[in-house]
């Protein structure tokens, strides 16, 4: 003797016990949850593929570093407005066309970066190489020009203690060189890495997290460039 609890329950309950005795009847089917294939919340069960510690770290630190930059070019922006004369008298005048000039070898870089991930990707060691070493090359150019350029501008008067335009300008164009030059000793090390074959299509992080902070600096300079020179 079964007792009711619940009319419609013990109905649908019933009448399973019904299909199970029918010979050869398909066991019964219950209809999907609502929300698909998980606790009703809408959200999956099924976990993606988990962030790498390395990149988590690496979007950590150039998201401080944004916030860096962000204060340097607001206070150039600052003293830019504030001036009635800029540059102000009796100082040099940045190189543009040079300047212009590294820009495009600091933008071919990216792409060499670009083409040196893509290799590993296929697998192609040789290609991983060739790229890194492109990219270290076309990056020691970068710097060399600016220190070549730095040091015409030492000689013509321009110093960090000549005023507001020499200290802003050294500042931002300094910090940049030492992130460009921290982002070649990078390179360098994993070009090492990449010679003994410690790179492949499956194991690459190193050389994506290079890349995110070697386009870090090719595209900070792309701001820097036009604030600091052009404007």
């Known amino acids: 003797m079964r007792t009711t609890l619940h009319p419609p329950l013990d109905q649908e309950l019933q009448e399973v016990e019904e299909l199970e005795q029918l010979p050869g009847s398909p ?9 698909g294939p998980d606790d009703g919340d809408g959200h999956h069960d099924r ?25 340097l070019l607001s206070g150039f922006v ?7 004369v800029w540059p102000p008298p009796f100082q040099p005048r940045l190189p543009i066309v040079l300047t212009a000039l ?17 290799a590993i ?3 192609s060691r040789q290609g991983l190489v060739k790229g890194l070493w492109v990219t270290a090359l076309l990056g020691t150019v970068f710097l060399s020009v600016q220190g070549y350029e730095w ?14 335009y020499g200290s802003t300008f050294y500042t931002l164009i ?5 992130h460009v030059f921290g982002a070649v000793i990078w390179l360098l ?18 050389v994506e997290v290079l890349r995110m902070y070697w386009y870090f600096v090719v595209g900070l300079w792309l701001v820097l460039f036009p604030l600091v020179y052009l404007y």
């Open 27 to 35: 066991p019964p089917s219950f209809p999907e949850p609502p929300f």
């Open 47 to 71: 976990a993606g593929p988990p962030l790498h510690n390395a990149r988590l770290a690496v979007l950590l630190f150039l998201g401080a570093e944004g916030m860096f930059f962000a204060g």
């Open 78 to 84: 600052v003293f830019r407005l504030g001036s009635p």
């Open 102 to 118: 590294n820009t495009v070898i600091l933008l071919v870089s990216g792409v060499s970066m670009h083409q040196a991930l893509r």
């Open 121 to 123: 990707r296929r697998g």
């Open 151 to 164: 040091v015409r501008l030492v000689g013509f008067g321009l110093t960090l203690s000549s005023g507001v």
């Open 174 to 178: 300094g910090c940049h060189g030492v």
């Open 189 to 206: 090390i994993v070009l090492t890495l990449a010679r003994k074959e410690r790179f492949s299509m499956q194991n690459h992080v190193g």
